[in-house]
Structures are given as structure tokens and as C-alpha cells.
């Protein structure tokens, strides 16, 4: 957006020195010149700052994506151990243990 900006201004600055210089006034050649040469390295720093900042969110993006499947990971791992645990609540709860009903048995039923 800035290179933007930056080349109208200096296509504006081009016109007018044009416009200038047909009713006369040469002498401001120099100073036109001097303003385009400044803009073209304001332009090329512009660039060059851009490139460095590309690669360094480019580095960010891909930390954050190694980031993100250890964290994937770690998750699939939480729910496989839930979902097993849960098999065996669920395995015991059932009658899948004998033990455990005669057990809740004897503590639901009164004292004879």
C-alpha cells in the first residue's frame, strides 16, 4: 500500500514538473529529480523490509503448525485414554464384575 501511495505521489510530483516546465519554470528540474531519487529508495527500503518480515512470519506460521499437531497429538491421546476408561466404568457398571454388584448388594440392602 505504501509503494502505492508512494508512486502516485511521485507520478503527481512528475506531472507537475512537467506542467512547470512547459510554462517555463526548467530551474526546478533538479529539485524533481532529487525527489524522485529519494522516492525510489524509500521504495526499495519499503521492499526490503517486507522481504525480512515475510520470512519471519513465514518462520512463525510454520512453528505454529508444528505447534499445533503436537498439541493435536496430545489431545487424540487425552481422548483414547478417556474412551477406554470410560469402557471400563461403563464394563463394571454393567455386570461386567460380580464382584462389584454383590458388593453393592450387600451395602444397599439393610442388616438382617
Do not use: C, Y
Amino acid at each position: 500500500m505504501k509503494t502505492l501511495i508512494i508512486s502516485f505521489s511521485f507520478s503527481l510530483v512528475a506531472l507537475l514538473g512537467a506542467l512547470q516546465q512547459m510554462h517555463g519554470e526548467v530551474p526546478k528540474a533538479p529539485h524533481f529529480f532529487k525527489e524522485w531519487i529519494a522516492t525510489e529508495r524509500l521504495i526499495s527500503k519499503e521492499s526490503s523490509n517486507w522481504e525480512i518480515e515475510k520470512v519471519a512470519l513465514q518462520e512463525l506460521i510454520s512453528l505454529l503448525e508444528e505447534e499445533k499437531q503436537v498439541i493435536q497429538e496430545k489431545l487424540d491421546f487425552v481422548e483414547k485414554e478417556n474412551s477406554s476408561g470410560e469402557a471400563e466404568r461403563i464394563k463394571l457398571v454393567d455386570g461386567g464384575d460380580t464382584r462389584t454388584l454383590q458388593l453393592n448388594k450387600s451395602l444397599t440392602e439393610p442388616w438382617s
